[in-house]
Each structure stands twice: as C-alpha cells, then as structure tokens.
Nanobody, 120 residues
C-alpha cells in the first residue's frame, strides 16, 4: 500500500500562487499516472489535474492555464503549481493515482490533504 503525504497549502490572496507537493512511499510510484483532486466544503471531490508516468498532462477546464502538474519520479513526488488563484480554488487538495476517472475511483487510501484558502 502506498502512503501519500500532501503539503504546501496555506492562505493566499486572490491572484497569488502556491506550490503543492505530494510525497508517495514505495518504489512503484513511477509507473502510475497521478492526479490532484480537491474538495470544497459541501461539494464532491473533483479531479483537477493528471499526469501520466511519461509526463503527459491534462487539466480540468476550471484550472487550465493557471495550474501546472509535474512529477519527479526519483523523489516519488508530484507537484501542483497554482497561479492566479481565485477564491473558488479554496478547498482541501489531495493527490492519488486515478483508477477510474468517471467515478473518481483511486488506487490508494487518501492522505490527509492540504488546505488551500484563497481570500483577501
């Protein structure tokens, strides 16, 4: 079982930036696609960005052009660079390996997530 530890969240003003990190235990990390998810209060968890083992990325329309997902397989870490942040980006952010994007099914247990709050 892979364990996931997210970090890098915080309070930022609209228009600001944050860089999230997700460290994964285990040596199998590099073979899996990874995704960043977020869950706002009262809303369902949503997938915002994915990256394949080979580095191909995809983004939800709501974050396209503002967020950048990347990975360092040597460090078993996936990143989410978030720029031009908006109040509607406020949520707890999680990483995981997508199993079924249509149902948000993932391969591993969820980590604790990292809180991102965008407010003036």
């Amino acid at each position: 079982q892979v364990q996931l530890v997210e970090s890098g969240g915080g309070l930022v003003q609209p228009g600001g930036s944050l860089r999230l990190s997700c460290a994964a235990s285990g040596s199998i990390f590099s073979i899996y696609a990874m995704g960043w998810y977020r869950q706002a209060p009262g809303k369902q968890r949503e997938l915002v960005a994915t990256i394949t083992s080979g580095g191909i990325t995809n983004y939800a329309d709501s974050v396209k052009g503002r967020f950048t997902i990347s990975r360092d397989n040597a460090k078993n870490t996936v990143y989410l660079q978030m720029d031009s942040l908006k109040p509607e980006d406020t949520a707890v952010y999680y990483c995981n390996a997508p199993y079924d994007i249509a149902t948000n099914a993932v391969l591993w247990d969820w980590g604790q997530g990292t809180q991102v709050t965008v407010s003036s």
